[in-house]
């Protein structure tokens, strides 16, 4: 790809497009029985580029049949302490390699996550119950990030400008802010921290995994890396990565693969003083509790973070309920509400609520729940048994308090995993399910009169991050554009309410408590998260 010069990856579309639907689907079948067949091993953590094995293990099963996928390490806090200092020791070098190399082992990465794109996409659906048109989705918007955050550092030189003091002809006796000197060449140049700790969550262990880690590793970071490990596992992807990255040109040390509990591996990645920066995305619940131990402990770090979201789309009386009713289902259903952008809460003005439920509903009955690995399956299963009580409790206080008007029960596929119906429920906004991330496919419904209010109670939760809006009316799309409190909002899009930001094109941000820098992925501005500035000066 040339510098200055991005394009999206697309690979489903561009099958499609090309008449060749039949041939996506051949090659992601024979990568899942390719995937499968390597089941069932035993793996290790890859500090400073060797292999480390771990006294203890961690299972890791399918949720799609509860199938082992593999053995992890299950990494103490002396394995992470390992791993921090062999990214300590390979970070001078790195630092100091020349940015257009950086970003030439990316674009490598990105070519050889190209060609083994159905591969990963297998075994991510494996591994957390994705579809496959998620998943290769997915994996397309990790080949993404790696080219275009490579042509950010090339375009914009390794973040370095240069400028100049000409010198004066006028003397002073001591020198004061403003006084006449000699000539001054400028650099100012952005740089790394340090060793970065990537905590990654398992909803996209892919693209969101390798968004963080190549946004700290091409800016001149290393990083110490950890997959998620507990309850909901994306231990197998993470390796994957590792692999990847390695054969791209990626220098041992710089990217150290440590799998295990977030309450060794994470909390020292969190306490350790050598740990520049974390970069995180999850719960807001984790990621605020970082924050303050950091800053609790007197300690300085980077945070780059992005904390969950309860996200709302609105839909007016002046709507194409056809388009809204087919971008709320995708938002709230697909990779069963498992997305920190899924849609979580609709307002739908009170004139047009029999019909749009009735289409809402229509809509929903039509989605084919089941094993994601078949062709045609649009809801998989729930990430754990955890994920399943939060659904079944969260249905029961909606039947208390409010109207179940769709679903709402376990989905009998036949298959050993934790099924569940897309649920609509009808409930108050003071109800505690309108402000809880579930994680889950359940749809808060509530009616409103008019566009203002509507917009306030939008904004009437902690989270900040996807938004959407139908409306053919332009004062109402004005209201929203100027006052919606999301860093990602959509008007009128029928493919998703709420959901499918596309690097180069949208930014992922996240305001209010989703966030907490207020810059996002996928843009100009995500890289120099990972740099401070620096101004020297030389006098001639």
């Not at 998620?228 to 992807?237: F, R, V, Y």
């Not at 509530?446 to 139908?470: C, F, P, Q, R, W």
Request: proline letters at 3%; glycine letters at 10%; aromatic letters at 10%.
């Amino acid at each position: 790809m040339a510098k200055g010069v991005f394009t999206n990856e697309s690979t489903y579309k561009k099958f499609l497009e090309d008449g060749k639907e039949a041939e996506f689907d051949r090659l992601f079948d024979e990568a899942v029985t390719r995937v499968r067949t390597g089941f069932g091993k035993s793996f290790p953590l890859y500090i400073d580029g060797e292999k480390v094995y771990a006294s203890e293990q961690i299972v890791e099963r399918s949720p799609i049949d509860g199938i082992v996928i593999g053995t992890f390490q299950k990494a103490t806090r002396e394995h992470a302490k390992a791993a921090i200092n062999a990214a300590l020791k390979a970070f001078d070098s790195w630092a100091k390699t020349d940015y257009k190399q950086r970003a030439a082992v990316f674009q490598k990465a990105a070519d050889l996550f190209s060609a083994n794109k159905f591969d990963l996409a297998a075994a991510l659906s494996c591994e957390n119950g994705k579809s496959r048109y998620e998943s290769v989705g997915e994996v397309d918007e990790a080949i993404d990030f790696m080219h275009y955050y490579a042509n950010e550092l090339l375009v914009n030189r390794g973040f370095v400008r240069r400028t100049k003091m000409t010198a004066s002809t006028a003397k002073v006796n001591a020198g004061f802010q403003g006084a006449p000197g000699s000539a001054e060449n400028v650099t100012i140049a952005m740089r790394p921290y340090g060793v970065f700790g990537v905590i990654a969550p398992f909803n996209f262990p892919v693209s969101i995994s390798v968004g963080m880690s190549v946004g700290a590793m091409i800016t001149g970071n290393t990083v110490v890396f950890k997959p998620s490990s507990t309850d909901s596992m994306s231990m197998l992807t993470g390796l994957k990565i590792y692999e990847l990255l390695k054969e791209g040109g990626v220098p041992p040390g710089v990217f150290n693969y440590v799998t295990g509990p977030g309450s060794e591996v994470g909390d020292e990645l969190v306490a350790n003083k050598d740990v520049a920066g974390i970069a995180f995305t999850g719960s807001r619940s984790v990621g605020m509790g970082m924050i303050a131990k950091v800053y609790g402990n007197r300690m300085q770090k980077v945070f780059v973070v992005e904390m969950g979201g309860k996200n709302p789309a609105i839909v007016s009386r002046y709507a194409n309920l056809d388009d809204a009713a087919t971008g709320v289902v995708s938002a709230a259903f697909g990779f069963a509400g498992q997305k920190c952008s899924a849609l979580s809460r609709v307002y739908v003005h009170e004139s047009v609520k029999e019909l749009f439920v009735s289409k809402l509903i229509e809509k929903v009955h039509t989605l084919k729940i089941g094993n994601p690995l078949e062709k045609g399956v649009y809801v998989g299963p729930l990430i754990a048994e955890s994920a399943y009580k939060r659904y079944a409790e969260s249905i029961e206080k909606a039947k208390a308090s409010g109207s179940l008007l769709y679903g709402g029960n376990r989905a009998n596929t036949g298959m050993n995993g934790f099924y569940v119906e897309p649920a609509i429920v009808e409930l108050r906004q003071d109800h505690e399910l309108v402000h809880k991330e579930l994680f889950v496919p359940i749809l808060c419904l509530i009616t409103y009169k008019d566009i203002d209010e509507a917009i306030s109670m939008a904004n009437d939760v902690e989270y900040g991050l996807t938004a959407g809006l139908y409306s053919s009316k332009r004062s109402e799309i004005k209201a929203f554009t100027e006052r919606i409190q999301a860093g990602v909002a959509y008007v009128n899009r029928a493919v998703s309410a709420t959901t499918g930001a596309m690097v180069g094109l949208h930014t992922f941000v996240g305001w209010k408590d989703s966030g907490l820098t207020g810059k996002g992925t996928g843009s100009k501005f995500y890289l120099p998260q990972f740099m401070r500035e620096q101004s020297i000066s030389v006098t001639k």
